[in-house]
Every structure is written in structure tokens, then in C-alpha cells.
Nanobody, 125 residues
């Protein structure tokens, strides 16, 4: 069992930055790929970014490429999502998720094994 806890969300203005953190329990963090999803009101949940369990592969949705960066620190059992140049359309509930030993194109598979409770990001115009 892997428990995920997100933090770092908040209310910011257009153009600001935020860094989300996802801290996991257990000693198997480095066996899991990590993904960040978001869901805005009335919209489907979408995968924003993901990083393989090795850290060697990343995936970004087209809407965030060049603005968001996903990373992981295995020593701290934590994954991060650095979000720059935020836009109002980035407003959503952001979730982190873990998937066992995924790399490459499998990162885009939305069926992750474990999920956090989410952290709200609101970008005002």
C-alpha cells in the first residue's frame, strides 16, 4: 500500500509560479512512476505530467510543455511539479498518482495504482 499526500496548491495570479509536492509513504517509492493529473469543474481528469520510476523518462501534456517540470527525489520519497507562467486555464484540482515500474509510453496510461486526495490550484486573471 502506498499513501500519497499532495501539498503546495493555492491561489495565484496569471504568470505566477507554484511548486506542488507529493510525499509518499513506504520504502518502495523508487519502484513507482509518478504522475500529476488535474481535473477542472465540468471536465474530465487529464494527465499533466509523469516521470518514470527510474527518473529517466518524462511525459508532458501539450498544454503544459515548456511551463511545467516534473521531478522526483527518491531520498525524500517525494515527487514535484514545478508550474511556471500559470494561466487561468490551469485552474483545477491537482492529484498525484503512482504506478508500479512504468517507463516510456506506458506513462500515458491513466490507470495508475495509487492516488492522493488532491490539492487545489486557482489562477486568477
Amino acid at each position: 500500500q502506498v499513501q500519497l499526500v499532495e501539498s503546495g496548491g493555492g491561489l495565484v495570479q496569471t504568470g505566477d509560479s507554484l511548486r506542488l509536492s507529493c510525499t509518499t509513504s513506504g520504502r518502495t517509492f523508487n519502484s513507482y512512476a509518478m504522475g500529476w493529473f488535474r481535473q477542472a469543474p465540468g471536465k474530465e481528469r487529464e494527465l499533466v505530467a509523469a516521470i518514470s520510476y527510474t527518473g529517466g523518462t518524462t511525459y508532458y501534456a501539450d498544454s503544459v510543455k515548456g511551463r511545467f517540470t516534473i521531478s522526483r527525489d527518491n531520498a525524500k520519497n517525494t515527487a514535484y511539479l514545478q508550474m511556471n507562467s500559470l494561466k487561468p486555464e490551469d485552474t483545477a484540482l491537482y492529484y498525484c498518482a503512482a504506478a508500479y515500474r512504468r517507463i516510456g509510453s506506458s506513462l500515458k496510461n491513466p490507470n495508475y495504482d495509487y492516488w492522493g486526495q488532491g490539492t487545489q490550484v486557482t489562477v486568477s486573471s
